[in-house]
């Protein structure tokens, strides 16, 4: 998440857009909805790969995490899910 606010950031520095004080904490809220919005607006249909590329390395971590507790537990149990 902290790479996609400072990308935003830095962004918004490099084409000189302005943005508010408090970017962080609106980043952190809406950013489903602000990192689309703020790369079709800057770069039109482009901008679609800049998203989806920000978005993957948002949620990267928590399929990392998803997939290594998957692979522990079957490693660990031999089985994927729990018995009933």
Do not use: E, K, N
């Not at 970017?23 to 909805?33: E, I, M, Q, T």
């Not at 920000?54 to 089985?79: D, E, I, K, N, Y």
């Amino acid at each position: 998440m902290a790479a996609a606010c400072l990308a935003v950031q830095g962004d918004a520095r490099r084409l000189r857009t302005g943005y508010v004080l408090d970017l962080g904490f609106l980043l952190w809220v809406f950013w489903p909805l602000v990192i689309p919005w703020h790369a079709l607006s800057t770069r039109g249909r482009r901008g679609w790969g800049l998203a989806l590329g920000l978005l993957g390395l948002v949620l990267a971590p928590s399929v990392s995490a998803a997939l290594a507790a998957s692979l522990t537990s079957v490693m660990t149990t031999g089985r994927a899910m729990p018995a009933p």
